[in-house]
């Protein structure tokens, strides 16, 4: 499989196979008009299996979903076909308007305006709280507001 | 300026020294008598309450001060669908101190984003009740003497009792506790609870029988299963009555244990256990005033 070189734009590699679909709805990728490669199943040293993301258009990530979402992917930016920063993403200590609390018996469930904040209360299970209500997050397919 | 949100926001030794105010207190009552003259504390009670609005302003009206508020959110702007920032922005420039009472979890939390005074989160759905705490602390301080070395059984609805969250929060931080943690499977304590406690190496059992725990027990603490924090009245009915403590069980306990309920009672402990030298759930409502007095000074900066 050949595929282009991307001269400007963002890689997002090491994402565990089976996990590119959701990255690509989640940083809202189906958005935008350049090309998007979405490479399944890649051979990985470290990983066995692994897919890859090519964004050819400068974008700025959204590191708090992506980080929330798939913690140890690895962010290239591409500035003349050269790989200029690199930076492995950590789950963030404090995500803001990314995912919603699902708990009826929170304040964020009657008032909207509400910011959503989680925090990560156990970095080693992943496990973020809602900073209102304390109630933890089942990470889930989709809950990405 | 200072909130109190999360009984977890108050160290251990400024605990210790909020009990040595409230004992003080009841020990020279007239000492505190003008504390928090030309003081006001606004009460914004978005749910019913007895003894913990009623607590709070006894206790601002034994320190010389004044209060204000509204005792259901049907009598405040809420009803006209007002959030709770807003509130606390305009009730913030009526008072010197607020107490809020509210169903929905993390409301004090928001109001104390936004208040130009302190915030005291006097319950908030079944998450947090940190003067209900304090006021379990000094009950077990004046009956026990201590904090350490103590075997203290939870009894009833262990998942949305806030009471029993904060409680087991706050004891967890002394030597040698023990939690025997007594429900139905379906109010078991919540899975976050028992991972701290599971962190910190802090002896807990779950038991669903009350007879088998008793004997061992220094402290039982009773509470009610709430009808108001069911979203399905079968299960409420369901598990009401599971627990109800009488003096056949009783029997079994030892002697010098200390019972305790935040209250109401609804037939959880029979009425036959009211005059048992071991029933402290009277004085426990009593103390709420005293600790609370002791709060609202500190969180005052009164000396």
Do not use: W
Request: include cysteine; aromatic fraction near 6%; charge should be neutral.
């Amino acid at each position: 499989m050949i595929l282009n070189t991307i001269t400007n734009g963002v890689v997002l590699d090491h994402i565990q196979a089976g996990g590119a679909m959701e990255i690509y709805k989640a940083l809202n990728l189906d958005k935008l008009e350049c090309q998007v490669a979405i490479i399944k199943n890649a051979t990985s040293v470290k990983m066995g299996r692994k897919d890859i993301l090519k964004i050819c258009e400068p974008i700025d990530v959204n590191l708090d979903v992506l980080g929330y979402l798939a913690p140890g992917v690895t962010v290239s930016i591409i500035e003349d076909s050269k790989v200029v920063k690199r930076k492995h993403i950590e789950p963030p200590e404090t995500i803001e308007g990314v995912i919603k609390c699902k708990n009826p018996r929170c304040i964020t469930s009657i008032e909207q305006e509400l910011p959503n904040i989680f925090k990560l209360t156990d970095r080693e299970n992943l496990v973020y709280r809602c900073i209102y209500c304390e109630t933890q997050n089942k990470k889930k397919q989709g809950d990405i507001k | 300026m200072r909130s109190l949100i999360d009984i977890k926001e108050l160290t251990t030794q400024e605990i210790d020294e909020l009990i040595v105010v409230a004992k003080d207190i009841i020990a020279n009552p007239v000492k505190y008598l003008e504390k928090c003259k030309g003081k006001k504390l606004a009460t914004l009670f978005y749910e019913a309450s007895t003894r913990t609005r009623l607590s709070f302003e006894a206790a601002m009206y034994e320190l010389g001060g004044n209060v204000l508020g509204f005792s259901s959110a049907d009598n405040s702007s809420a009803s006209k669908g007002e959030s709770v920032a807003d509130t606390v922005r305009v009730c913030s420039g009526y008072a010197d101190i607020i107490a809020m009472r509210h169903p929905k979890e993390g409301a004090p939390l928001v109001a104390s984003m936004h208040s130009l005074v302190p915030i005291i989160n006097a319950g908030d759905g079944g998450h947090n009740h940190p003067t209900q705490t304090l006021t379990d602390l000094l009950t077990i301080n004046r009956e026990k003497g201590r904090f350490d070395n103590l075997v203290i059984g939870l009894c009833g609805d262990l998942k949305f009792g806030r009471t029993v969250h904060s409680l087991i929060g706050a004891m967890s931080r002394y030597n040698n506790v023990k939690f025997v943690l007594i429900s139905p499977d379906e109010l078991k304590v919540p899975s976050y609870i028992k991972q701290e406690l599971d962190k910190s190496n802090i002896e807990y059992v779950e038991t669903r029988s009350l007879e088998e725990a008793i004997p061992e027990l220094d402290i039982l603490y009773m509470t009610r299963v709430q009808r108001e924090r069911f979203f399905n009245e079968e299960d409420y009915l369901r598990l009401k009555d599971t627990y109800i403590l009488n003096m056949s069980k009783l029997a079994k306990a030892k002697d010098d244990l200390s019972i305790l309920h935040p209250l109401p009672r609804v037939n959880e402990i029979s009425v036959e256990i009211d005059n048992d030298p071991r029933a402290c759930y009277f004085e426990q409502a009593l103390n709420g005033k005293y600790i609370r007095m002791a709060l609202i000074m500190k969180l005052l900066g009164v000396e």
